[in-house]
């Protein structure tokens, strides 16, 4: 994919919001400015901002695009790319249903929550990411990584929360075999080597 702009990314080495933006900016010039919103300083300067604090934010000259999603819809309509189809934002929403559920189980656990505990907000999040995982599996089965058009904002995104979701132990991909097949076939798409969580 080529741009005509270039753009600083703010965000993180290890979100999977920021690695699906990092794989769609992957073979044009971009800066990467890397924050760490846990320290105090990174967390002021993202305030400073993003309204919302949260990862990642994209800066385009005097535009600031504050979330993975608008991002994508700001460079589809400046780059004319064709708009996704209802489907495609169904699947799309499932996919980023499934990061949400996971990322707030993962901040829950690092907060010391237990999530065995019978919390019922918990125990709706721990739900919803098999339910998501079975809704994709039949559209993930159609998928051919022989084909640079299957390599794009969906399945970026999908790669980049079942990477992170294996990486942070808060997701087991034995009992969804398509999806972890997945992650195999599409492990050296354009971008995957270098946007890789440093361990």
Not at 17 to 22: A, L
Request: charge should be neutral; avoid cysteine.
């Amino acid at each position: 994919m080529n741009y005509t702009s270039n753009y600083t990314l703010i965000g993180s080495l290890t979100s999977p919001y920021v690695r699906k933006i990092r794989l769609l900016l992957h073979g044009t010039p971009y800066e990467l400015k890397v924050v760490n919103y846990l320290e105090e300083a990174g967390n002021e300067y993202l305030k400073s901002i993003n309204p919302v604090n949260k990862l990642p934010v994209l800066i385009d000259g005097d535009k600031t695009i504050l979330d993975s999603r608008i991002i994508y819809y700001y460079l589809a309509h400046k780059n004319k790319w064709r708009e996704l189809t209802v489907d495609e934002e169904n699947i799309l929403t499932a996919i980023d249903g499934a990061m949400d559920s996971s990322i707030s189980l993962f901040m829950y656990r690092r907060g010391g929550l237990d999530l065995n505990g019978g919390n019922t907000h918990v125990e709706r999040q721990k739900a919803r990411i098999p339910h998501i995982m079975n809704f994709l599996t039949p559209w993930v089965k159609t998928l051919d990584e022989k084909n640079p058009a299957h390599w794009n904002f969906l399945t970026m995104s999908l790669y980049s929360y079942l990477y992170w979701g294996e990486f942070r132990e808060m997701l087991s991909l034995d009992g969804h075999p398509d999806l972890k097949n997945f992650l195999e076939k599409f492990k050296n798409a354009p971008g995957v080597a270098e946007t890789t969580i440093p361990v």
